[in-house]
């Protein structure tokens, strides 16, 4: 047998083994690497991240709904105080005009106070669930990208971003709404789109109406104004008259 030199061989350290996460396999590395993508599944796993601890959780969760409730309150308040303000000028207009803008009005509010609802109470969107952890369970490319989420304990795909305050991974995060109370994800996007469409279109026609009902109602208020100077005016001539006439006899 012949014999090599000794600076041929490679020593492999203990140190340069790890184990990846998704499939369970021994991964030797070439040299200390604190991220590392495995070649089977494809997960990629990173050595320095730790759990942090979310401290106020629960408190920003309950103001965040709290919030939620009130804002609730206040649309509703605000509707139903606009349409018996502004209502009974539009029907005193006519009849058509008004029974016309009450079922604008209605789709309006339907859609804003429901697509609100639906973007604050219902999940952002949680990712599929994956096999991961064992070897036989986990096929060639199956994680490929995904990362380990130490707060869920579970595969994050590359799609997916945890939201620490609404505890959970959210599946095409965009970002947490404190005015809904909950994050804009997969599930809930077109809601809050829908929302933010509906929103603006009511506060457009809302403040025209109001403005036109002002508009009419300021102009009601002059044309009495005028009557009542106009009252006044011939009031003060008629006492004029009289005075003179009485002048006149003595």
Not at 15 to 40: M, N, Q, V, Y
Not at 202 to 220: H, L, Q, V
Request: glycine share 6%; charged share 15%.
């Amino acid at each position: 047998m012949a014999d090599f030199p000794e600076e041929q061989f490679i020593t492999v350290n203990e140190d340069h083994e790890a184990t990846c996460w998704g499939c369970g396999l021994r991964l030797l590395l070439p040299s200390h690497a604190p991220i590392f993508k495995c070649g089977w599944c494809g997960a990629i796993t990173n050595q320095n991240t730790s759990k942090c601890e979310s401290k106020g959780f629960w408190w920003r969760r309950l103001r965040d709904r709290c919030f939620v409730c009130v804002l609730l309150v206040f649309m509703l308040f605000v509707i139903s105080g606009g349409m018996w303000a502004v209502h009974p000028i539009l029907f005193s207009i006519s009849y058509f005009c008004g029974i016309f803008h009450f079922i604008i009005s209605m789709i309006l509010s339907v859609t804003t106070l429901s697509s609100f609802s639906l973007a604050a109470f219902c999940c952002a969107g949680m990712p599929p669930s994956m096999q991961w952890g064992s070897f036989p369970a986990v096929r060639q490319g199956d994680l490929e990208n995904y990362t380990f989420c130490h707060y869920c304990s579970k595969p994050k795909s590359p799609r997916t971003h945890h939201c620490r305050s609404c505890g959970m991974c959210i599946l095409d995060m965009d970002h947490h709404c404190p005015f809904i109370g909950n994050c804009v994800g997969a599930a809930n996007h077109r809601h809050f789109i829908l929302f933010l469409i509906s929103a603006v279109i009511s506060t457009i026609y809302g403040c025209d109406g109001n403005f036109s009902c002002f508009a009419k109602i300021f102009a009601k208020l002059l044309e009495i104004s005028k009557e009542a100077q106009e009252v006044r005016g011939r009031k003060i001539l008629d006492t004029a008259i009289i005075v003179l006439e009485l002048i006149h006899i003595e």
